[in-house]
């Protein structure tokens, strides 16, 4: 069963989904502008299998907010391992997606002894100039307006990423997104000014990759794999909302990743 | 401490979630939000009461981030599952201060255990006659159902304007996503509140009482009709449509304040 629940830190409330399971804990880190809730169906489908704490980021969903734009994506790191101090969990495995991905590798760069494996979906390993490509089309924020139009805009925008093939799933999304316009921009600000490659490069622990071929990020899959040809790697179905549209691809991805590891 | 913090509360039910603030041995309000907004609406209200009160706001089920129920046989029930929160909290004696339908919900918490109601506090209260529950039970059961070409979101935030939400894109923000989060729970406490006879509840309930409305509120029709059912009651008019929490805090916590301090000596000790 999942319980929700917030982790105190000095910088405010942390919000969680919590699973109780055997073995260590999976930490799950969503993407911009999700929340945790994109890990519930992995979860269930992994109820009894496996300890899971899927954080909201700060920022989104029930975390707070940060009161201005943090310095770096590893500041969204530290606050996550701070997080994860005060739930008492010591070493974890690390399952994330997009911007969770961009945090990962900086939380296991600070803290390379307490995570265990990671598993990513939709690694970001961008080049400069593409990042500033893409700070174009994913910086801009859905600021509210007074006509409300910002919120056909921002469920359009959703149904260009793939979330319509679940209208709860897109439902929920805007909802996430609305909530999180300032969290949005703060995130994706940080994510384009990441040099992602270089913590992914350090990873020392088991990694999976994975990837669904209609994804924003499957064009730098292929590069993922060329930087590291010693991690496991799976394609996925579901757009950029695999753990939702392609739960069964995901749990199959990730449960074999973890007994060919033995962990 | 005047921060307001988030919880969650386990009931038989699922999880309540509340946001607190107060020191533990100070006298406890519990709040109860309007439908379909969440604990979030006493924010502000909390921040300015926290010096002297400990508060509790809950988001009711079906709301925020509490459970959410598949019915909602009556109001009565959603007082039940909420005295199961307060009680999970180990609150004991408290006043009661609803808003819209927090205030059917806190009258049935106050006639279900008067003996640990200190006092009951009503933001708008809805006490409808016979014919506008019959009336109002046809016309506000409209849900804001999540349909594929997201016209629905545009109509959530044009109905919010229309009731007061637009004073501030922040407030419209947040109402739009508590509003669209219970779009099932909505039809469902909307039912309940027309099923009420809150008019007999009100005439019946017991502690002191204050009744509370803004002239611009939708409910402000019934205010009259509620201070006539009950003379004895305290009563101040606030500002802010309807959502004078938001809105009109300072002086909503300050009627609070001041009608909770007049409550007798003996009865103002701490929950």
């Known amino acids: ?263 | 401490m005047n921060t307001v913090t988030r919880g969650y509360v386990s009931t038989p039910g699922g999880q309540v979630h509340y946001r607190t603030a107060g020191a533990a041995a100070a006298p406890t309000i519990a709040f109860f939000h309007q439908t379909a907004s969440s604990s979030r609406m006493f924010e502000l209200m909390m921040a300015e009461l926290s010096s002297s009160f400990r508060c509790f706001a809950f988001d009711t089920p079906g709301f925020g981030q509490s459970w959410q129920p598949t019915e909602v046989p009556s109001v009565a029930w959603l007082g039940d599952r909420l005295i199961e929160a307060i009680d999970a909290l180990g609150i004991d004696r408290f006043v009661v201060c609803g808003h819209h339908t927090g205030g059917c919900v806190g009258l049935e918490i106050a006639l279900a255990i008067p003996q640990r109601v200190r006092a009951l506090s009503i933001i708008g209260p809805v006490t409808p006659n016979s014919e506008e529950r019959e009336q109002f039970g046809r016309v506000f059961l409209q849900p804001f159902v999540p349909d594929s070409s997201g016209a629905y979101l545009q109509t959530a935030w044009d109905y919010l304007r229309t009731i007061g939400a637009g004073a501030t894109l922040d407030l419209h923000t947040a109402e739009l996503v508590d509003h669209l989060i219970a779009w099932r729970s909505t039809p469902l406490a909307f039912g309940a509140v027309w099923r009420q006879d809150a008019c007999a509840g009100l005439a019946k309930v017991s502690m002191p009482l204050q009744l509370m409305c803004s002239r611009d509120d939708v409910l402000w029709p019934m205010f009259a009709r509620a201070c006539e059912l009950r003379p004895d009651a305290a009563t101040a008019i606030v500002a802010g449509g309807d959502f004078q929490p938001d809105r009109d805090p300072i002086n909503v916590a300050r009627a609070l304040a001041d009608f909770v301090n007049t409550l007798p000596a003996h009865s103002r000790t701490a929950g």
Not at chain 1, 76 to 95: K, N, R, S, T
Not at chain 1, 175 to 199: C, E, I, K
Request: aromatic share 10%; charged share 20%.
């Open chain 1, 1 to 263: 069963m999942i319980q929700k629940g917030y982790a105190n830190i000095a910088a405010g409330q942390v919000h969680y989904r919590r699973q109780h399971g055997p073995g260590l804990p999976v930490i799950c880190l969503h993407q911009t502008a999700s929340s945790g809730a994109m890990w519930v169906k992995v979860m269930e489908q992994m109820a009894g299998e496996r300890a899971f704490i899927a954080f909201d980021t700060p920022g989104f969903g029930g975390s707070f907010d940060p009161p201005q734009l943090p310095p770096s994506i590893g500041t969204y790191a530290e606050w996550l391992l701070e997080a994860i101090d005060a739930l008492g969990v010591g070493q974890f495995h690390i399952l994330c997606h997009h911007t969770g991905a961009c945090i990962a590798v900086e939380m296991t760069s600070r803290q390379p002894e307490r995570v265990t494996s990671v598993a990513m979906i939709g690694p970001v390993p961008l080049t400069e100039a593409e990042r500033n490509e893409y700070k174009k089309h994913y910086s801009t924020p859905f600021s509210p307006t007074a006509a409300g139009e910002y919120l056909n805009t921002t469920w359009d925008y959703l149904r260009g990423l793939g979330a319509h093939g679940d209208l709860a799933l897109h439902h929920r999304e805007l909802l996430d997104t609305a909530r999180a316009y300032m969290g949005r921009f703060m995130a994706y600000t940080n994510v384009w000014r990441q040099d992602f490659t270089t913590p992914f490069m350090a990873i020392r622990v088991p990694l999976l990759l994975m990837c669904a071929t209609d994804d924003v990020l499957w064009p730098f899959f292929g590069r993922s794999k060329e930087l590291r040809p010693d991690a496991d790697s799976a394609v996925l179905k579901g757009a950029n909302f695999e753990p939702d549209l392609d739960p069964e691809g995901v749990v199959a991805a990730y449960r074999g990743f973890l007994k060919k590891h033995g962990l």
